[in-house]
């Protein structure tokens, strides 16, 4: 992430009274990754695809979005004496937000403490929901499990330290991925919950009986308070799910 967020490439600054054919010094004078972009502009043919790849490339060195325009700029000046077509711009800047975000997902993809998966990944596993067509049948087919782990209800006992709560999580996501073994979502949800993003399917409710016979077993005390397991219905639009899962997290 260091090298990701704090490179910063400084793009390789050209002289003025280039020509505007796709000659050899034209191309040698181009912004680095660009070569091809001016390539195709002078062709006329297969500009998307490489305005795509340079996206990507950029997005890889670290560049931002406003050198990743101002390079693509700058190349289509020199190339074809104005400014790109929108179609090259949005190619650039779909691949470079896309190539952006993967990388971002996979440092946030699992919960370091507990090994299971973040709440930001869970939230963006929602959001993928949110997208597929039909939304309102892909939304309605899943539903949230939720474990709420009963920490510090007991007066008695001394506070719990934070890896201990982790180890208890981690015990707790394990069982839920026995439970459900497929390729639902398990994540951790603030500090005293574990959610699971499963189908809903009519083996939803004996998969939930299960679950909380199992953490009752490790958890529950004689007298003490219980494990709550139960399921949460996704919200119609995102960022009402995205509140939902906000509350969960505070709870």
Not at 4 to 17: E, H, L, Y
Request: hydrophobic share 40%; net charge negative.
């Amino acid at each position: 992430m260091k090298n990701f967020a704090a490179r910063v490439r400084r793009i390789s600054a050209t002289g003025p009274g280039v020509s505007t054919s796709g000659s050899a010094e034209t191309r040698s004078g181009l912004p680095h990754r660009f070569e091809a972009v001016g390539e195709a502009l002078a062709s006329g043919s297969g500009l998307l695809d490489v305005c795509a790849v340079a996206g990507q490339d950029l997005a890889r060195d670290g560049a931002s979005m406003q050198e990743a325009l101002d390079s693509l700029r700058d190349t289509a000046h020199r190339v074809a004496g104005g400014d790109p077509p929108f179609d090259a711009v949005s190619a650039l800047l779909t691949a470079w937000g896309e190539t952006t975000l993967g990388y971002l997902h996979q440092l946030s993809c699992d919960d370091p403490l507990t090994g299971l998966a973040s709440q930001a990944h869970l939230r963006s596993r929602l959001s993928e929901l949110h997208r597929l067509p039909p939304t309102e049948e892909a939304v309605a087919r899943h539903a949230l499990v939720v474990c709420a782990l009963p920490f510090g209800d007991d007066p008695s006992e001394e506070p719990v330290d934070h890896f201990t709560r982790a180890m208890r999580l981690a015990r707790a996501g394990e069982m839920a991925r026995t439970v459900f073994p497929r390729d639902e979502t398990v994540a951790r949800v603030g500090m005293r919950r574990v959610a699971v993003l499963a189908r809903r399917d009519d083996r939803l409710g004996r998969r939930v009986r299960v679950l909380r016979a199992l953490l009752e077993g490790v958890e529950g005390r004689v007298g003490g308070p219980l494990v709550r397991v139960w399921i949460e219905g996704l919200p119609d639009s995102d960022p009402s799910t995205g509140m939902l899962l906000d509350e969960l997290a505070r709870g």
